[in-house]
Every structure is written in structure tokens, then in C-alpha cells.
């Protein structure tokens, strides 16, 4: 049979110009996102509120620089009514009959952590073997960028009648739970309106592998303190009759584990994953496991991190090794970050958690639990699903951007609970989960990164889907 005449579609004519178009923007976007990474917006520290209205001042002369005609800042209120941080909103009305898409990414970021282990200073971004270094360069600046290089390349070409509708939602508190977001969604009402919803924070395969992500873990964190005692006391004293405070929370949080490591709360949701070649080896290589450290968990590995729940400790109050004495605390407290599966009710899985702590803590100590913030999971498989053409379309611009890699549909275990929100308010909207995290990114942590070859992609593919969704393609 005669090979056919029709080009396959990444090798269209049109299809090489537009990625022609997005590689010559690249240095453009690489400089402007070095410029975001410079602005230390940490959404969870106060100090940062002034770094946080520069990075949202930033962000919206981008999205106006690259021809959104209609930009501006907005500042909704937490339940408490406290100002939540700047978020920027862009809009391009649809042209007729044309649908509308809203991109979405955040601008603030993670603390840096200890600045003596970063191997470069945080907000100082640097290069070094095709990695971008600094904290935001991947989470979520780059998503930022992808979403002005993509509008950069197709603006322009578009004219006021051409294209489709777009709507850019660059929130600035992300990484603090979105305290104000239900109050955006309120306020800003039909503006977010959209067809397809692009949400440009997640991870990727690998580097030379993209993902669409299909589910997301949800995320409970609770403030779990213990008393024993009305004052401290003299640990020769007292010591071996009378429980110190900072024993009695080692103890309960140890039972909140059986010997496998494994979330010892009973009826959470739990599910087993799609299985997909990770290999252990691999998954102990990208972590940084050290040598005879075992896996914790049950279930295969993907299940472990995607679609089961997990617990983590993430700080403690008790006494520092500086100050200690001699003494049985009175109390001690911990935060724990319980992350949920995807179709767990955020309720359910508090009220399950609280009543194994009340369950098992030991020696009658006095235990007070309470929610710090909370975010819902996204099970991409559950509801009314989306629009296959839509899915059809993410694949196509992904693989083609990624010089027809496969693309892997696959679960994270990282949360993005604006995902469920966006779905409540647009419920019929197709939602797309995208990439500018690779395994070895490091986001939160120490000497973040991002791959250079993922943000090439990451421009590429918006500006080919974007286009196919507007017919240029
Ligand atoms: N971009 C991440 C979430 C993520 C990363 C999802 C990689 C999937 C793969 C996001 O910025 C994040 O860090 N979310 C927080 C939750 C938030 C409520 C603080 C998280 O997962 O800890
Ligand atoms: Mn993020
Ligand atoms: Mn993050």
C-alpha cells in the first residue's frame, strides 16, 4: 500500500511554524521567568505580602505584554476576612462560536527551607546542566510561563476575531491552601466561565516522557497537641510514674502506623492504581532513599503515592535540643499532613483520623485535634468525564511537543485542590492537567529545578492545543 500523502499531523507545515514560533520565544520566557524567580512571593510568610503584590504586578504586565486585552489584579477575602493575596486575572472574550479556555497557574511559592543547603541562593536563579535552579523555576513560575509563551505565539496571529477565548487565573496563595479562593470564585462568578480548563501544576513521567494527570490525592492537615501535666517537672523527680507530654505524642503518632509503615486509620479510601512501569530501583534513585532504607506502605508502588492515603509528620513543637533540661514536658504538639485518595470525602477522612488518634493515645493524656486547612482530591475518572476530542487534542499537542513521546496518563500524589473547585463552578468543563515538574524537580525542597527540555515542552504543547482548539491546526 502507498504511504498516504497527508502529512501526520506533527509533521503538518503549520505544525513546524508554531514550534518554530514557541522556540524562538524561549529566551524570552527563559529571561522572564528568571525575573518571577527573583521575587521571593512565599504566600505562607507574612513578610513576603509586599514580594507577593510584585510578583502578581509582574505576572499581569506579562499576560498584558502578550495581548490579553483585558487584565487585572483581584484581592478576595479569607472566612475570616483578612485579605488573601494578590491573584491576576486575564480575560479574551471567545469569538463567536468560539469556546473558551481558562489557564491557570500560581505565583507564590514554598520557603526556601535552610539557605546553607541550597548548592545556589533560592531566588538567585542559575543554570547548570540543562536545569533552570531557584525556588518557583519549576512551582509554578514555569507554569506561568508556559501559559504567556503560548499566548505570545498565538495572540498576535489571532487578530481580535481569530482563535478561541482565554481566560488566565494566576492565583498567588496556592502553597498556603487557597484561603481566598472560595471568595474568588464567588466574586469573580460567570468571568471564569470556560469550556476546557488547563491547570499547569503538576509533574511529568520524566523529562523526555510528558503526563497528563488523571488524579490528584487530596490533603487534610491537622494540628494534633497532647498534655500531661499543668507545669513541666523534674524528670528524676517524676520520671517512670508521671508521662511527659513529648513521650505521650511520640507514642500516639507511632500508632498511627502498623509495622509495614503502612496508615494504620481504618475505612479511608483506598484503591489500587493502573500499573505503569516504575521500578523500584528507579523510584529509590529519584528519591535519594539512602542505602538499606526500606519502602514503607502496601500495595504496589504507584498505588502507594496516587491512590492510597499517606500521613507525614511534617513539624513538631517540643522542646529544642538547645534548651533541654532534665524535664518532663507539660506539652507538646505536631503538625500532621494526611494526604487523602482520590473519591475521600475530606470530612470523613477527619472524622476517621480523630477517632483513631482519641482511640489510641496513651496514658489518658489530654489530646486536641484541629484542622489547619484542607484540600480536596481530583479523581479525573470519576464525574461527568470531559470531552473526548478535548482529551484527543492534549494527547496529540503533548506527544507532538515532546517529538512524539508516548504521553502517560497517570496519578500524582501531590494535591491541587483548586482542581475540585474549578470543577464545582464549571461542571462541565474538560479539565487537563499539565506538567513543568519532572521527577527530579525537588519543588518544596532544597535546590528546586526545572528541566529545561520540560519548559520547551511545556510552551510547545499549550501553543499546539491552544491552536487546535481554535481549528488553526
Ligand atoms: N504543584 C503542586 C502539586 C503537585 C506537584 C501535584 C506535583 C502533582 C505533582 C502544588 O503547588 C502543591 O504543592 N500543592 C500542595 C497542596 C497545597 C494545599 C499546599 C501539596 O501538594 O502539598
Ligand atoms: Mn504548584
Ligand atoms: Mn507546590
Redesign the pocket.
Known amino acids: 500500500m502507498a504511504a498516504p500523502d497527508v502529512p501526520a499531523p506533527d509533521d503538518h507545515p503549520q505544525v513546524r511554524v508554531l514550534r518554530e514560533r514557541v522556540r524562538a520565544l524561549l529566551p524570552a520566557a527563559r529571561a522572564d521567568l528568571e525575573a518571577l524567580v527573583r521575587i521571593p512571593g512565599v504566600s505562607a510568610s507574612p513578610e513576603a505580602a509586599g514580594a507577593l503584590e510584585d510578583s502578581a504586578r509582574a505576572v499581569a504586565d506579562l499576560l498584558r505584554e502578550a495581548g490579553m486585552p483585558e487584565v487585572e489584579v483581584l484581592r478576595a477575602r479569607c472566612a475570616d476576612g483578612s485579605p488573601g493575596a494578590p491573584a491576576v486575572l486575564a480575560r479574551r472574550p471567545a469569538p463567536e462560536g468560539a469556546p473558551t479556555v481558562l489557564l491557570y497557574a500560581?505565583h507564590d511559592v514554598?520557603p526556601p527551607g535552610r539557605a546553607q543547603e541550597w548548592t545556589s541562593p533560592a531566588f538567585e536563579p542559575v543554570e547548570r546542566d540543562g536545569r533552570l535552579f531557584g525556588r518557583g523555576t519549576a512551582?509554578?513560575k514555569a507554569?506561568v510561563m508556559a501559559h504567556v509563551t503560548a499566548l505570545r505565539a498565538l495572540l498576535p496571529a489571532w487578530g481580535p476575531t481569530g482563535g478561541v477565548g482565554v481566560t488566565v487565573l494566576v492565583e498567588g496563595e496556592?502553597?498556603?491552601?487557597?484561603p481566598s479562593l472560595p471568595d474568588l470564585l464567588a466574586t469573580t462568578g460567570d468571568r471564569l466561565a470556560a469550556d476546557v480548563v488547563v491547570v499547569a501544576?503538576?509533574?511529568n513521567w520524566s523529562v523526555d516522557h510528558p503526563s497528563l494527570?488523571t488524579s490528584?490525592?487530596g490533603?487534610l492537615?491537622l494540628e494534633v497537641g497532647v498534655r500531661t501535666l499543668d507545669h513541666p517537672l523534674h524528670s528524676g523527680i517524676y520520671g517512670g510514674v508521671v508521662p511527659d507530654a513529648t513521650t505521650a505524642l511520640t507514642v500516639l503518632l507511632a500508632r498511627l502506623w502498623d509495622d509495614a509503615g503502612d496508615l494504620a486509620v481504618a475505612g479511608l479510601v483506598r484503591s489500587e492504581a493502573a500499573e505503569l512501569p516504575r521500578t523500584e530501583e528507579e523510584l529509590r534513585a529519584d528519591a535519594g532513599l539512602l542505602d538499606g532504607v526500606q519502602l514503607v506502605g502496601r500495595g504496589s508502588l504507584l498505588s502507594r503515592t496516587w491512590t492510597r492515603p499517606s500521613a507525614t509528620v511534617v513539624a513538631t513543637d517540643a522542646v529544642p535540643m538547645a534548651d533541654a533540661s532534665n524535664t518532663l514536658a507539660a506539652s507538646a504538639r505536631a503538625k500532621l499532613?494526611v494526604?487523602l485518595a482520590p473519591g475521600q470525602d475530606v470530612e470523613d477522612a477527619e472524622r476517621l483520623v480523630t477517632e483513631h488518634l482519641r482511640a489510641t493515645v496513651p496514658f489518658g493524656a489530654h489530646l486536641e485535634v484541629s484542622r489547619l486547612?484542607?484540600?480536596r482530591p481530583f479523581d479525573g475518572a470519576a464525574g461527568p468525564g470531559g470531552s473526548a476530542a478535548v482529551l484527543e487534542a492534549a494527547d496529540w499537542a503533548l506527544s507532538t511537543a515532546w517529538d512524539g513521546s508516548p504521553v502517560a496518563h497517570q496519578g500524582?500524589?501531590?494535591?491541587?485542590?483548586v482542581v475540585a473547585e474549578l470543577l464545582d463552578v464549571l461542571p462541565g468543563a474538560t479539565v487537563l492537567?499539565t506538567?513543568v515538574?519532572d521527577p527530579d524537580?525537588r519543588?518544596?525542597g532544597v535546590d528546586e529545578s526545572l528541566s529545561l527540555r520540560v519548559l520547551e515542552g511545556a510552551c510547545t504543547a499549550e501553543a499546539l492545543l491552544l491552536a487546535r482548539l481554535a481549528g488553526d491546526l
Open positions: 500560581h514554598q512551582d509554578d507554569g496556592e502553597e498556603s491552601g487557597s501544576d503538576s509533574d494527570t490528584l490525592r490533603l492537615e499532613s494526604r486547612g484542607s484540600g500524582m500524589g501531590g494535591s491541587i485542590p492537567v506538567g515538574e524537580t519543588a518544596h
